[in-house]
């Protein structure tokens, strides 16, 4: 039988290999996004005109790096540590087959340093997306394969310890909200990767010559299929990680756990198509169907997220109040633990991903909207102010949480940690925001230098485009700071902080 | 608890409030789903939907032939071409350049076939900002009536290779 023990700090049942799961795969996330984040600096260096600092080549190859790995492997890493936590600890039950487990996490690490090796020899500068008939060596698409199924496979450990706990009595009849919003991720982890494994295993044969074409209108389908509800599973993760931090640092419960279920369960059924919303000023799709599919079905998936952002906040307050905050309408706002990082971190969150994140998301998503916006560095905002702002945020408050329960150490630099949240959120808020101002005025994304030279004709952005590139490199500067602070508290925590007893 | 197993019962009925809320949200939802119908109907800015499939050579062979009939002048290298008001126009892309210039009379109606010989790229039209893709194997058709006269500049927006930077052509309306 495995060894387990109390956490004298929550009182959860903690498994010894459910730990070390957790453990390792943070710890090799939050290194994926040391690697992501440093070479996240570097695009924001390079697309400040005044400093414009790598080379072309340079430029693409980590261009293609900073994709796969800040919103790639670092933000799947953590996700697998919470299929861990949210299926073992919180249940109070052994991980149900350790073994594959680390067979998965071997295959996430060696397939993440099979893509960051192949890129950084040159020969794979294909950026995230990958689009064909632009070609990477076949390597290129092995390790994204190989991350893949690593990953898959530790998705579906989600089930198999469900089972486990099922059977030996850690639940009843339905599973805790943070575990059900889990078990949502997972389940769209699961459609995702199978459209994943749709496109790129034709794609890694093309590319090692053995079939001789994909078609490109295909190619984009279903990799958005792909990349986009890929997002959504970050978004199910990073509601999970708001419900349980709030149950954890104010003792919040949700006010309604029809409400909030339901919600993930309109999640799992319209937020997938949203993907489509990619293709918008494509040629494959007809009118019809970019109508019905991309404007419509969508908005059921925003009325999920409409119902998380009530339920959210009211369980907070709910909370506060029964904590004797009572007087006037915001007393219980005031009062909230701001100091805490694991808190300031989800609630930071919240606003940022639904203000900015979630209206920017349904404004381009729309049919005319897109036409304007496709392809521009509005884009490029819209998706750090989710995926960063929000997801990347919500993992750090929960590393925050966790740091304590899990790895058994206290926080090094603690006065540093509780402005990290602050420091990183208004740095990221700065900089989308001006990359979303720079898009309206055309300026492309994924694109070295908007002077265009040794082009044959020579077009001139707006003035004010160069103010708000500026702009966007003082807010990277900010957000490269304060995620800084959180790769050196995080690493240095686990490895040299005071120990915890528990 | 987030963390614990709800109770016995937690189907509980909604609220007055969480009724109120997800009522305003799905009006509002609902007002967005039928507005965009409505404005794909009577708006001047949808995404075309007319598109072919089509072979590298056949679209050469199109641009080709616009250019030997339509030619009008030549700006480093690339000729300028005045196609007839109404007619179907072939604009093509490839690694790094937008081929013909093309010159518009302001007003009146174009079908601009949209194709790529090689690699994916986005045809970005600048300062007015509009932006779709092109795709090898695919002749995508734009309907467009310029109301602006003066000089556009085409950017590619979609990353193409080293000199994806270098991608910009010329669009004249007179
Ligand atoms: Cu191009």
Redesign the pocket.
Known sequence: MSETRICSLSGLKIEKNAETLIMWNVVAGVALLAAGGLFGLLMALTRWPSVHLLDIQWYYRLLTLHGVDALLAWIIFFEIGLVYFCSSVLLGTRAAAPKVAWVAFAMMLGGGVLINVIVLLGGSDVLFTSYVPLKASPFYYLGIIIFAVGSLIAFCLFFANIVVAKREGAFQRTLPLGAYGMAAACIIAILTFGHGAGIMIPTLLWSAGLIPNVDPGAYRLVFWALGHASQQINVCAMVAVWYMTAAFTLGAKPVNEKLSRTAFVLYILFINVASEHHLLTDPILSNWHKIVNTSYVMHLAVLASMMHAFCVPASWEVALRKKGYTAGLFEWLKKAPWGNPAFSAIAISLVLFGFLGGITGVIFGTEQFAIVRHNTFAITGHFHTTVVAGTTLAFMGFTYLILPYIFRRKLILPGLAVIQPYLYGIGVTIFAMAMMAAGSFGVPRRHWDITFSGAPFSFSFDPSVDMFLSLMGVGSLLAVVGGGIYVVISLGSVFYGEKVEG | MALKEPERIWWKPYSKDERLWISVALVWMVISFLFMPIYHLVGSTNPPSETYTVTNDQFQGLVDKMVEQYQVGEEKGIPVVHPEPGSDVFLQ?S??RWYPILEFEKGKTYRVHLS?MD????LSILPVNMNFM?LPGYDYVITLTPNKSGEFHLV??????LG?HM?VGKLYVK
């Open positions: 892309a690694m790094w790529s690699l994916q790229h986005g092109a590619c927006n979609e990353y193409c290779g994806h991608m």
